[in-house]
């Protein structure tokens, strides 16, 4: 089993519509949770990370963990066509980061 | 917001030659920076981790001799992708944090190597 697991998509979804990401993890030593966007060819941009269970909000992004459960998500709402991207989650315990294969979506004008 | 600088952002060379990437974090101190390889369409591929000061901690599997990472300074961080061959074609993308408390990673903006 992988420690983090995350639905590689691809997702697409019309403009103005609410998104959702997930992922899944194993391990309850994670601590810190974060979400990362990359366009093609790019590096990752970190969009958010959170520390403890429950929501937080960014603009138009809002990340939420449910540790009891092992369970992350993103949230964007009114999406952009500028939104479309790879959307990776990562967590980390120690020294050690972990990331999700990445969610592919894409928002159609 | 900490900066990572990656330069090349795209090489193209011959089969045999030796490639080197520069991997810098222009206003912060990094004690650690991290070595990943994204093939298409796929998650990062941790290499190594590159610690200042000391040998890099390879993943199993990636060959050591092929891929030399050094990391002589608090802000420079070097792979080089020793006698290229085409299947060392890949996007290779270096992070840097900034302590050890730093509790997220920022990435440079990623190298395409083309071998041909």
């Known amino acids: 089993q992988k420690e983090v697991e995350q639905d590689p998509g691809p997702l697409s979804v019309p403009e103005g519509a609410i998104v959702s990401l997930n992922c899944t993890y194993s391990?309850?030593?994670?601590?810190?949770f974060m979400w990362y966007r990359q366009y093609s060819r790019k590096g990752p941009e970190l969009l958010m990370y959170?520390?403890?269970?429950g929501n937080k909000e960014d603009g138009r992004f809002t990340a939420q963990v449910d540790k009891s459960s092992k369970y992350i998500s993103l949230f964007i709402r009114d999406s952009q066509p500028s939104d479309s991207a790879t959307y990776l989650c990562?967590?980390?315990?120690?020294?050690?980061?972990?990331f999700g294969t990445g969610t592919s979506l894409t928002v159609i004008p | 917001g900490a900066v990572v600088s990656q330069h090349p952002s795209w090489v193209i060379c011959k089969s045999g030659t030796s490639v080197k990437i520069e991997c810098r974090s222009l206003d912060f101190q990094a004690t650690t920076m991290f070595w990943y390889r994204q093939f298409p369409k796929q998650s990062l591929m941790l290499m190594a981790t590159s610690n200042e000061g000391s040998k890099a901690t390879y993943e199993q599997g990636v060959e050591k001799d092929k891929f030399l990472i050094n990391h002589a300074s608090l802000t420079l961080s070097t792979l080089t992708v020793t006698s290229a061959h085409p299947e060392d074609s890949s996007f290779y993308i270096c992070?840097?944090?900034?302590?050890?408390?730093?509790?997220?990673?920022?990435f440079g903006a990623g190298s395409r190597l083309t071998v041909l």
């Open positions: 391990n309850s030593a994670f601590q810190y």
């Open positions: 990562a967590m980390r315990t120690g020294n050690q980061f972990y």
């Open positions: 992070s840097a944090r900034e302590n050890l408390g730093a509790n997220v990673l920022t």
């Open positions: 959170t520390y403890s269970s």
